[in-house]
């Protein structure tokens, strides 16, 4: 399964900035894990970048998206991405604090095709003042995308759950 944009796939608060990547060169290096929509703009940022490795460690150890190699080839014709998010809400459970974030995404592929993608991401931490060391930061839990029409502002799922 892959999380973006290369086929159709399925895997398993605020409004936020759009995120447009065209050249990892024009891109700078984000790396936020304070919230789930902080890493979901860092998961964007690293695929915008081409850095493939760093977007993959951002999931946690369950990996929704599978094993690197299909995760990072499923990127291999995306040229560019732009990431929208909706309201994202934020719950505690069971020591762990949850984030769903609602994000739609614009992925132009190099032969210039758009695609759109909407779904939901579920970002988890364990309290931090349960933790201890090595602190382990925000990391996303599940992935739930799908391919739809566009255009972007449209594509914002209204609501995302956390378990």
């Given at each position: 399964m892959r999380i973006?944009?290369?086929?159709?796939?399925?895997?398993a608060g605020l409004a936020a900035p759009s995120i447009?990547?065209?050249?990892?060169?024009t891109v700078a290096y984000v790396d936020d894990r304070s919230d789930g929509a902080a890493l979901v703009r860092s998961l964007?940022?690293?695929?915008?970048?081409?850095e493939y490795a760093r977007a993959y460690g951002y999931f946690g150890a369950s990996k929704p998206v599978g094993e690197f190699k299909a995760f990072a080839d499923g990127y291999a014709n995306t040229?560019?991405?732009e990431l929208k998010l909706g309201k994202v809400t934020t719950e505690g459970?069971?020591?762990s604090i949850y984030s769903a974030v609602p994000v739609?995404?614009?992925s132009v592929e190099r032969q210039g095709k758009t695609?759109?993608?909407?779904?939901?991401?579920?970002a988890r931490i364990i309290n931090p003042s349960l933790q201890v060391p090595p602190f382990t930061p925000y990391q996303i839990e599940t992935a739930r995308l799908e391919e739809v029409s566009g255009p972007i502002d449209r594509a914002i799922p209204a609501v995302?759950?956390?378990p």
């Open positions: 973006c944009c290369s086929a159709l796939f399925t895997l447009e990547a065209k050249a990892q060169e964007y940022n690293a695929i915008s970048r081409k040229e560019s991405v459970a069971a020591g739609a995404i614009k695609r759109f993608f909407s779904g939901c991401y579920v995302c759950n956390a």
